[in-house]
């Protein structure tokens, strides 16, 4: 067994064109998040946490922001190749379990969609909590978006 960890941060975009992304899910009403992808925090949590639990080093490293070919690209693409590296090096993911820290939006609704987007991806359980950080710091302030995930690997049989 492999364990990994995952966290990212995005903030808030003045855009009104941009989409709130996050765990492959459009969340509708709110701002969406500034990134050089569709910013989606939570996918890029996930991704960090199995690239870690195989020692596969970090997102940055496979999609980097300096790269034109990521621009606004969706994060689904990151996580099936992620995936796909983690297959290749001799790993099926066991678990995964993710905690969103927002002040807003509400989440709560959401997180059932989440699962569901990355439990089928991902292909193994995946848990999505959300919190909020009691109004204290950035995310408390509305400045942006956050999210945590751990990943458990076993070794292909
Ligand atoms: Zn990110």
């Given at each position: 067994m492999r364990i990994g960890q995952g966290f990212d941060i995005h903030r808030f975009s003045d855009d009104p064109q941009r989409e709130l992304r996050l765990g492959l899910v459009t969340i509708p009403g709110s701002a969406g998040l500034v990134g050089h992808?569709?910013?989606?925090a939570v996918t890029h949590a996930v991704i960090d946490a199995l690239l870690g639990a195989a020692q596969l080093g970090d997102i940055g490293e496979y999609f980097s922001d300096q790269v034109a070919t990521w621009a606004g690209a969706d994060s689904r693409v990151f996580l099936v190749s992620a995936l796909a590296m983690v297959r290749e090096a001799g790993y099926v993911v066991e678990n995964v379990d993710v905690t969103v820290v927002a002040e807003a939006p509400k989440l709560g609704s959401f997180k059932k969609d989440m699962e569901r987007e990355l439990t089928t991806v991902i292909g193994a359980p995946v848990s999505v909590k959300a919190t909020t950080m009691?109004?204290?710091?950035p995310i408390g302030n509305r400045e942006g978006i956050a999210a945590l995930a751990v990943a458990l690997l076993k070794e292909q049989a």
């Open positions: 992808s569709d910013a989606d009691e109004r204290l710091g």
